[in-house]
């Protein structure tokens, strides 16, 4: 189904924002899947009640992981190389509406602090996927 998806980044009172048209679809039965491009690249945001993994493929290969109380790290990888690191999560909140997931994630990436809202806003009625 379609969506819109929008994030917004905040570290050391830095911020930007991003919004693109996405799609969305039900996994697992408590959790979604959230499609969407950024730069050309395929991103995919997998959103559960307590963790939210995300993916991009393309020009940048990334992959991260938050969960409260669970492993949290970002892996990137390009032509320079790949390199993992390890996260200090300090909060994964993600709210289910009818009309659209709202998460909140903040982590430590040393030397920074970062906050990422995530809004994923629908024109239909989540309960119906």
Known sequence: ??????????????ESYFSAEASLKRIDGDGYRVEYFYDDDFCVLEIFDDAVTQK???????????????RSFIAIES??????LPVECREVRCECFRRGIFCTL?????PCEY???ITVVA???????
Do not use: H
């Open 1 to 14: 189904m379609n969506c819109r998806i929008k994030i917004s980044t905040s570290a050391d009172g830095q």
């Open 56 to 70: 991009r493929e393309g020009g940048l290969n990334m992959l991260a992981g938050f969960s409260n109380g669970g």
């Open 79 to 84: 032509v320079e190389g790949r390199a993992e």
């Open 106 to 110: 903040a982590y430590a990436l040393a």
């Open 115 to 117: 906050v990422v809202k």
């Open 123 to 129: 024109d239909f009625d989540l309960l119906a996927l």
